[in-house]
C-alpha cells in the first residue's frame, strides 16, 4: 500500500510540484541551508520576492557569512522577522568555520538547526536518506494516519512509517508541495491529493490535528520617545533577547511627560503579543545611557525593527519612503 503512496505522490509531484525553486535547481548547500532558515517561519513568496537572492548576493558562501559582521547579516534579514535566525545562522556560519557538516547528525550542533531543519538540509543537499517534519508535512501525517493529537514523537514514528528511503529529495520535497497546495489547513483539496485513495482522515480532515486552544495575544503599552538633537535622533543596539542587535528608538513603560510634542501610536503585531506605542518627540532632555546619535541617512543603514521603521515614518512624515 505504501508503495503505491508513493507512485502517486511521484506522479502528482511530477506534474504539479514547485520544481523551479531556486533553492530545489542548485546542489550548493549553503544555498540550500539558507533557503530553509528563512523557510522556517516565513511563506515561499516572501522569500523568493524580497530575501533570498539578496542576501546570497552579499553573503554568497558560507565563509563569506561567517567574516561578515553580525549587524550586516541583520540589515540582510531586514523585515524576515524572527530575527534570532540570521543571529543562529552568523553563529552557525562562524562555529563551522565557513564549511557546512554533510550529514543531520553534525548539522544539528549547529544553532537554530532542530532535527527537521538538519534532516531537510541533508536530504536536499547531501540526499541523506531521512524524512522531515516542517508544518506541511505534520498536517499530512495527521490526516493520512488519522492522528489528532499534536505528538511530535509520534508525528517522527509516521514520518518514518510513510517515509521513501530511496528517494529522499523527490519524496521530501513532494510531501511539502502537497501540504502546501493541496492538504491545506482550511480548505484542504482531497479530491485532487494522490494520497485520497489512502488517507484515514479524507472524509473529515478538519478534525486532523486536533485545534490548537485559542489565547488572546496580549497587548503591551509602551512609549517610545524620539531624543532630536538638530537633524539627529538618538538610537541604542538592543542587548535583550528579543529584538536583540537591532537598533532602536527609547522605549518605556512609563507615560510620557505632557510637554513633549505627540507624533502619533505605533501598532505593530509580533507572534506573541502586540505592541501599542504613543511616539514623542525630545529636543530639550539628556540623553539615557547607552544611546548614540544618528542623522536620517546613517539610521537607513541600521537595521531597526517594523516598529521603529513606523516611527521614522511620523519622524519625516513620508511613510513610503522609509516604511517597508
Known amino acids: 500500500m505504501i508503495s503505491l503512496a508513493h507512485n502517486a505522490l511521484y506522479h502528482w509531484y511530477a506534474q504539479n510540484g514547485r520544481h523551479t525553486l531556486p533553492w530545489r ?3 550548493d548547500p549553503y544555498s540550500i541551508y539558507v533557503s ?9 513568496k516572501t522569500v523568493l520576492e524580497k530575501f533570498y537572492f539578496p542576501f546570497l548576493e552579499r553573503f554568497p558562501t558560507l565563509n563569506d557569512l561567517a567574516h561578515a559582521d553580525v549587524d550586516d547579516v541583520l540589515k540582510m534579514w531586514e523585515g524576515l522577522g524572527y530575527y534570532t535566525r540570521a543571529r543562529n545562522l552568523h553563529a552557525a556560519a562562524r562555529q563551522c568555520n ?4 554533510t550529514n543531520a547528525n553534525d548539522l544539528i550542533k549547529l544553532p537554530g538547526i532542530g532535527q527537521s531543519t538538519a534532516h531537510a538540509i541533508s536530504a536536499f543537499a547531501y540526499r541523506e536518506s531521512l524524512p522531515i517534519l516542517d508544518a506541511n508535512v505534520k498536517r499530512i501525517l495527521h490526516r493520512y494516519f488519522a492522528v489528532k493529537e499534536r505528538n511530535e514523537n509520534k508525528l ?3 514520518a518514518y512509517k510513510l517515509f521513501d528511503p530511496s528517494t529522499p529529495f523527490d519524496y521530501n520535497q ?15 483539496l482531497c479530491a485532487c491529493c494522490p494520497f485520497e485513495r489512502w488517507c484515514q482522515g479524507k472524509s473529515s480532515p478538519l478534525e486532523y490535528p486536533m485545534a490548537k486552544t485559542k489565547t488572546q495575544k496580549p497587548i503591551r503599552l509602551r512609549t517610545i520617545i524620539v531624543y532630536q538633537r538638530e537633524n539627529s535622533y538618538a ?13 532602536g528608538f527609547y522605549e518605556s513603560e512609563e ?5 513633549l510634542k505627540y507624533l502619533g501610536e505605533v501598532t505593530q503585531h509580533y507572534s506573541h503579543f502586540t505592541l501599542q506605542a504613543n511616539v514623542y518627540l525630545n529636543k530639550e532632555s539628556i540623553l539615557p545611557e547607552g544611546f548614540e546619535w544618528f542623522d536620517l541617512d546613517e539610521i537607513k543603514k541600521l537595521s531597526l525593527s517594523r516598529a521603529d521603521h ?7 512624515g513620508d511613510q513610503k519612503t522609509y516604511h517597508h
Do not use: H, N
Request: proline residues 5%.
Open 156 to 158: 517522527w514514528e509516521y
Open 36 to 44: 530553509e532558515i528563512m523557510l522556517q517561519q516565513t511563506q515561499v
Open 255 to 259: 507615560l510620557a511627560d505632557e510637554s
Open 98 to 101: 565557513g564549511i557546512l557538516p
Open 235 to 247: 538610537l541604542t543596539q538592543r542587548r535583550t533577547r528579543f529584538l536583540s542587535g537591532l537598533w
Open 25 to 27: 535547481i542548485t546542489t
Open 310 to 316: 513606523k516611527v521614522i515614518a511620523q519622524i519625516v
Open 174 to 188: 513532494a510531501m511539502m508541495d502537497v501540504g502546501a497546495t493541496i492538504c491545506t489547513p482550511k480548505k484542504p
